[in-house]
């Protein structure tokens, strides 16, 4: 076989069209039909065609190449995002480059600069927990919270706190443990005061900090869950699923059993969220869809632009989105336990 590159002229030859017709195909731009266009792709795969980034970077004066900027790539959840969106790119025509904030704003904005350095023509950035992107010379999507200032699109956090607390308020839980990671996360916020909207007005919530609790007695302390449980909780409502699987496994360690004795449930429905035992309650965020609007926006954003880039400010991608997250109901959530009287108790 030969290894020889075919060139656009060739595939031009086979399918009996112009060059110009094959390249608008593979770049989805022009007036051709869907048709047509399906039928110079499928050749063009069939064929081993690759196009040249370095030519193409010389007719448009752009790289082809987007950044993404995570919040901590260790975070189980931030390669599933990071595949949605590189799949999303690849549609488009697009690479994509990876920075990693390593949990830390200057982090964050080191990731940021390198990226640019290396000439991308866009970023999608994920911003770290209380931080904000500005200005940075290309155009930028932020996947975050809809209460983010300048947010692109995100998962609807607010109304999957809701959610969940609704499913709870149906299972009877009145008094309620919610662990969240830190009271600087815009979207943590967010879950919470949806959670407290679907519980209802006459619930008692119990708001735990892991990062203050960690400060006061050390990383992966102890969170206390089992004296709270032994104070009337029946349910802890953790605001991600690593914090869950934390919840749970302090609580199995305790002797309590799960949701006999009290509830777990997550968000973000990680890939090992239904293997653990049990298996558990959490938000599924629909990652296909908030990477195709993020993409659609910043693909817009950078074709709308000039090919010589003047002095003027770039903004952050206008919002355009909130997508809802689905409940996914499994065996870690369960009726609230009866109150035991205080003369058995005792």
């Not at 970077?57 to 995570?70: C, I, N, P």
């Not at 600087?184 to 407290?196: E, F, K, P």
């Given at each position: 076989m030969s290894s020889?590159?075919?060139?656009?002229?060739?595939?031009?030859?086979?399918?009996?069209?112009?060059?110009?017709?094959?390249?608008?195909?593979?770049?989805?731009?022009?007036?051709i039909s869907p048709e047509l266009a399906e039928k110079i792709r499928q050749t063009a795969r069939e064929l081993g065609y690759v196009p040249?980034?370095?030519?193409?970077?010389?007719?448009?004066?752009?790289?082809?190449?987007?950044?993404?900027?995570?919040?901590?790539?260790?975070?189980?959840?931030?390669?599933?995002?990071?595949?949605?969106?590189?799949?999303?790119?690849?549609?488009?025509?697009?690479?994509?480059?990876?920075?990693?904030?390593?949990g830390d704003a200057l982090g964050q904005a080191e990731a940021v600069s390198r990226?640019?350095?290396?000439?991308?023509?866009?970023?999608?950035?994920?911003p770290r927990r209380g931080t904000r992107v500005a200005d940075v010379g290309c155009p930028v999507a932020m996947i975050d919270s809809p209460s983010t200032p300048g947010n692109t699109v995100s998962a609807d956090h607010c109304d999957a706190g809701r959610q969940m607390g609704q499913h709870l308020a149906g299972l009877r839980h009145r008094k309620v443990v919610v662990l969240a990671t830190s009271a600087?996360?815009?979207?943590?916020?967010?879950?919470?005061?949806?959670?407290?909207d679907g519980l209802g007005a006459d619930a008692e919530l119990d708001v735990v900090y892991i990062d203050a609790v960690e400060q006061q007695f050390g990383p992966?302390?102890?969170?206390?869950?089992?004296?709270?449980?032994?104070?009337?909780?029946?349910?802890?409502?953790?605001?991600?699923?690593?914090?869950?699987?934390?919840?749970?496994?302090?609580?199995q360690g305790a002797g309590l059993s799960v949701p006999q004795a009290v509830s777990v449930t997550g968000f973000d429905d990680l890939l090992w969220s239904s293997v653990v035992t049990p298996g558990m309650t959490t938000m599924r965020m629909n990652m296909t869809e908030i990477a195709?609007?993020?993409?659609?926006?910043?693909?817009?954003?950078?074709?709308?632009?000039?090919?010589?880039?003047?002095?003027?400010?770039?903004?952050?991608?206008?919002p355009i989105d909130r997508v809802a997250m689905t409940l996914v109901v499994r065996a870690s959530s369960g009726p609230a336990r009866k109150a035991v009287p205080a003369e058995v108790a005792s």
């Open positions: 020889v590159k075919p060139k656009l002229t060739l595939l031009a030859e086979t399918l009996n069209v112009s060059v110009a017709t094959v390249s608008n195909a593979l770049s989805g731009k022009g007036r040249s980034s370095a030519g193409r970077a010389l007719r448009t004066g752009r790289s082809g190449v987007l950044g993404l900027v995570l919040p901590d790539i260790s975070n189980p959840l931030f390669p599933q995002i990071a595949q949605a969106i590189e799949h999303a790119a690849s549609l488009r025509g697009y690479g994509v480059l990876i920075g990693d904030s390593r990226l640019i350095d290396r000439g991308v023509d866009g970023m999608v950035v994920i600087r996360s815009i979207v943590q916020a967010d879950r919470i005061q949806g959670l407290r992966g302390c102890s969170l206390g869950l089992a004296d709270r449980v032994a104070g009337g909780a029946t349910a802890v409502a953790s605001l991600s699923d690593l914090t869950a699987l934390r919840a749970l496994t302090e609580l195709r609007l993020a993409m659609d926006a910043l693909v817009r954003a950078i074709e709308d632009l000039p090919r010589a880039r003047d002095s003027q400010p770039l903004a952050v991608v206008s």
